[in-house]
């Protein structure tokens, strides 16, 4: 079974059936395990403990579920947080582009150029070495530090100009913002010791299934198979949301892409020659 699941993993299936995979592998086990115990252990022997068998297991349960369902609700929540906060930048993005291209020359050219360098350098460059969790080039803040540069030539003692330079400003600065919030997220994920916390749970709740003098070898099977496969599936949820961009569930650059198919209806390009 784990090689069925490793070649499963090299041939980068779909995520649903890569977990299907491992719940019913686990819940293949489990039932092993189970008819391995009745052939061997007397149901009789554990029947009389079934007592506090069953109060230890319900508390171990209770504690289990309230953990395990806090980490689910909570990398679920930035995942979500991730995809949002994408869309926030690159929505700026367009929004500087598109005062950009009302601004007056040289400013406008270049604040078009970079806008789309910018775009395209998340996408190429910086969504691959997030995905992969490495370090991300600095050269997507020395695009914003450039276009500060040139939004900072759209000072001016005119009134509309002025306010073309504090709305581009505004919007440059949520750019940065995103992008600072989409970069601290890429490490996150869930620390070890709850992870350590995780499976040595799941571990100790499986178990005590197995304690229950339960005389039916099929009823007995089938309560451990069925928490075996439940806490296999929350756990596998888990590891394909722990880190946004990565994984199966990973978040996309669509909200750059829509900020290039943005640039292209509002026209423009601009040019990266000097403008001194």
Known sequence: MILVLYYVK???????????????????????????????????????????????????????????????????????????????????????????????????????????????????DEWPQMAAREAVSPNGYQLLDDLRAEVEGLKSTDQVTSRRYQETADKLKQVVDARGTRLASVEGGVNPVLWFALIGGAVLFVAFAYLFGVPGRLAHATMVVTVTMMVVMLLYAVYQLEFPFSRATAVGPDGMRFALERFAQIGGGGSLTPSR
């Open 10 to 124: 090299m041939l980068s299936v779909n995520i649903y059936l890569e977990g299907l995979l491992w719940v019913v592998g686990a819940g293949v086990v489990a039932g092993v395990l189970v008819y391995l115990q009745h052939r061997f252990l007397s149901s009789e022997l554990r029947a009389q403990h079934n007592d506090v068998t069953g109060a230890f297991f319900e508390i171990i349960g209770v504690l289990y579920a309230v953990m395990l369902a806090f980490i689910v609700i909570a990398v679920w929540d930035t995942m979500n947080e991730a995809e949002d906060n994408s869309y926030k930048e690159a929505n700026a993005l367009v929004e500087v582009y598109w005062v950009g291209h009302h601004a007056p020359e040289p400013q406008r050219a270049r604040i078009e150029a970079l806008s789309r360098q910018y775009a395209n350098t998340v996408v190429d």
